[in-house]
């Protein structure tokens, strides 16, 4: 599957629980290990673990095996690496706090 199929897919699974504010950063220019983060947030730590769990099933149905999913006992911030597709699940403070869509989208600021 290709990555922007990919993509469509963990979209389509998290709109299908109601994420809050999905948003996707194309990173492929700034790095090789993935093309697309999907940064999404969930209304609890359940519906965090919800969306996380549900971008996993549907990948699995696609052939595509998650090769790690990081953070389901908490719930605050659950990664699911899909390779070309990261995906990030997490309470709307952590989202806040971590602001990733930032740091992806202007990397210089960091510096």
Known sequence: MQA????????????????VNPVTVDV???????????????????????????VSVEAKQAGMRPLGIEGQD??????????DVVVHVMLPATRDFYDLERLWTNPQAES
């Not at 922007?4 to 994420?19: I, P």
């Not at 790095?31 to 209304?43: E, H, K, R």
Request: aromatic share 4%; proline share 0%; charged share 30%.
């Open 28 to 54: 492929r220019k700034l790095t090789d290990v993935t093309d697309y983060l999907v940064i999404a947030s969930g209304t609890s730590n359940r519906h965090v673990r919800s969306l996380a769990d549900n």
């Open 74 to 83: 908490a719930g605050e911030w659950v990664l699911v690496d899909l390779g």
């Open 4 to 19: 922007e199929q990919l993509k469509e897919r963990v979209l389509s699974a998290l709109e299908d629980l109601k994420a």
